[in-house]
Every structure is written in C-alpha cells, then in structure tokens.
C-alpha cells in the first residue's frame, strides 16, 4: 500500500464491531472506488475513531496485487 494509488471512495455501509471491552469499539466500513481505467471495486476497512456517514466521499488507497486483484483501504 506503500506504493498505492490514492482516490476518492464513497461510503456504502458501515458496521459497529464491538469487541469484550468499551475501548474495543471499531467500525467495518464498506466503500466503492474507481481504479484508473475506470472499473468500480468494492473495498472494507476498519475505522477506529469517528466513522463515516452512508454516502460520504473518503480517500482511498489502493494497490493491484500480482494475482490481479485489487486491495484497498480508506486512508488514515
């Protein structure tokens, strides 16, 4: 992800995760991007502190792996 592409990604759901204590509260955060020839991917990252809304507009990294298929993730 060193070596990513930066874009924007918009918000599609985002998940409570609760974990055994209160400071382990975290949120799953489903998003869609565009890659650079225009193909729309499907991305999860996990958001520690105030998570986005449903339909917000983050940045994105996101790197193709030598398999091809693509990783990505909302920048910090």
Known sequence: ?????SCDGK???VETIKGDSRSSTYYL???EYADE???I???K?????RPP???DICPVVYAKKSNGKYI???AK
Not at 1 to 5: D, P
Not at 45 to 49: F, G, K, P, Q, R
């Open 45 to 49: 990252s996990n958001v520690d502190l």
């Open 41 to 43: 991917h499907e991305g």
């Open 11 to 13: 918000v599609g759901s």
């Open 72 to 74: 990505a993730e909302i």
């Open 29 to 31: 955060v489903h998003f």
């Open 37 to 39: 020839n225009g193909n």
């Open 53 to 55: 809304q449903y339909g």
């Open 1 to 5: 992800m060193r070596n990513g592409i």
